[in-house]
T-cell receptor
Framework: EAQVTQNPRYLITVTGKKLTVTCSQN?????MSWYRQDPGLGLRQIYY???????DKGDVPEGYKVSRKEKRNFPLILESPSPNQTSLYFC??????????????FGPGTRLTVL | KNQVEQSPQSLIILEGKNCTLQ??????????LRWYKQDTGRGPVSLTI?????NTKSNGRYTATLDADTKQSSLHITASQLSDSASYIC???????????FGKGTTLSVSS
């Protein structure tokens, strides 16, 4: 089944404790992206990747890191999480940033709470 | 500034009724507009994608319209069902290959 998976789905952590949220897709998509969703603000892009080893900042990249060492995986790293990073996070992928219009597939979401 | 505004913010309707959600955007140049459905606690799922040359697109009971001149789109839901209760998000892409711009969504509640 074609899908985007994220792990963990739920995470409660404390300020300053490094964490990684994994994202994987099995559709051979080139383009992958991370979003956070907060009440009243909608979805905001954190980072995106157009292909392996190619990443770029979105609208709200501060406090986050990403890597794209292989096509299927795009982990989101919080080196020193803070309470304002408490949010619902979504990973998404699409075939290619060149294809337009392209359908973007979203993962199930990761609910992160930073105490 | 490129923006996508959706209205109403929330809507409650009775099962079986129709409803229309609105999306206005200021994105220019414009490449395409998408409507997503997001169930509570789940990722958004694409309903329709329309380019500037398309006026109407349907997906079952969902019909999206686009007026690229006035920069307005609407999503019409026919004969609503309880399972239509969700957030509906309008998303616009400017130039091909650029980042997507998301509206804040309309929360629809369908009651029996």
């Amino acid at each position: 089944e074609a899908q985007v998976t994220q792990n963990p789905r739920y995470l409660i952590t404390v300020t300053g404790k490094k964490l990684t949220v994994t994202c994987s897709q099995n559709m051979n998509h080139e383009y992958m992206s991370w979003y956070r969703q907060d009440p009243g603000l909608g979805l905001r892009q954190i980072y995106y990747s157009m292909n392996v080893e190619v990443t770029d900042k979105g609208d709200v990249p501060e406090g986050y890191k990403v890597s794209r060492k292989e096509k299927r995986n795009f982990p989101l790293i919080l080196e020193s999480p803070s309470p304002n990073q408490t949010s619902l996070y979504f990973c998404a992928s699409s075939l290619s940033w060149r294809e337009d219009p392209d359908t973007q597939y979203f993962g199930p979401g990761t609910r992160l709470t930073v105490l | 500034k490129n923006q996508v505004e959706q209205s109403p913010q929330s809507l409650i309707i009775l099962e079986g009724k129709n409803c229309t959600l609105q999306c206005n955007y200021t994105v220019s140049p414009f490449s395409n507009l998408r409507w997503y459905k997001q169930d509570t606690g789940r990722g958004p799922v694409s309903l329709t994608i329309m380019t500037f040359s398309e006026n109407t697109k349907s997906n079952g009971r969902y019909t999206a319209t686009l007026d690229a001149d006035t920069k307005q789109s609407s999503l019409h839901i026919t004969a609503s069902q309880l399972s239509d209760s969700a957030s509906y998000i309008c998303v616009v892409r400017g130039q091909a290959g650029t980042a997507l711009i998301f509206g804040k969504g309309t929360t629809l509640s369908v009651s029996s």
